[in-house]
């Protein structure tokens, strides 16, 4: 009975791990540059002392979904989206490298250029900053800034520094709890002249909304069926000890 018990109980609360991931994936479906998680279950034997003598279940989470997300035109020059594969280098609350999608940037009050989160965007020698003030902001398909300076005649551009653009390859990607990407080796990946950006847009966020209530609700009947099962192994347990006493 307790066998019974026990893979209910573990189903109930990795079905819950597994509510928390898709109602996360729901609550960023509208943000810029987000990747789904996704999330898979299976069974796993118990080790202890002796021989296994339990199976359990186990949400895991096997990758994000990379799938590009799709290209919202702004018409703003701080705003650029990565074409195809590729991620934008940023400089993370830890100090390391890290990489997003979100292409949303703007300039702090002294000159650096972060992204919507508040992030550093990492030139080809660090953090870069934009000489201020500035009459205009261009970025190129590579990456390149240029700018022309307040006062200065409209042809007059200098280029201030160029964003780093990479491809490390996704499967060597994995996302921290600060919703950025890291290189599975936790070393910087080099910059990759392939990779190109469209400037004046943003790629939105891949979640679909419906897969993820339909997945929710799906849990959600999961884990009722779960505490059913918990309830039927009560009740079984009481009616094993009420023959018991009877015998």
Known sequence: MDKF????????????????????NLANANTDGFK??????????AFGEGLPTRVFAMTELPSSDFKSGPIQTTGRNLDIAVKDQGWIAVQADDGSEAYTRAGSLNIDVNGMLRN????????????????????????ATDGTISVTPQGA??????????????????QNLMRGE??????????????DPAVSVVSGAVEGSNVNPIEEMVSMISLQR?????????KTAEENDKSSA????IS
């Open 36 to 45: 789904a998680d996704m999330e898979q279950a299976r069974a796993m034997q």
């Open 5 to 24: 018990l026990y893979i209910a109980m573990t189903g109930a609360k990795q079905n819950m791990d597994a509510l928390a991931v898709r109602a996360n």
């Open 222 to 230: 999961q884990f009722e069926l779960q505490v059913k099962m918990m």
């Open 242 to 245: 009420a023959l018991v006493r």
């Open 153 to 170: 005649t409209p042809e007059v551009k200098e280029n201030v520094g160029q964003i780093k653009l990479t491809n490390p390859g996704n």
């Open 178 to 191: 600060d919703g950025l990407f890291r290189t599975l080796s936790g070393q910087p990946a080099a910059a």
């Open 116 to 139: 919507s989160s508040g992030h550093l965007v990492m030139g080809q020698n660090g953090p870069i900053n934009i000489p201020l003030p500035v009459q205009k902001l261009d970025i």
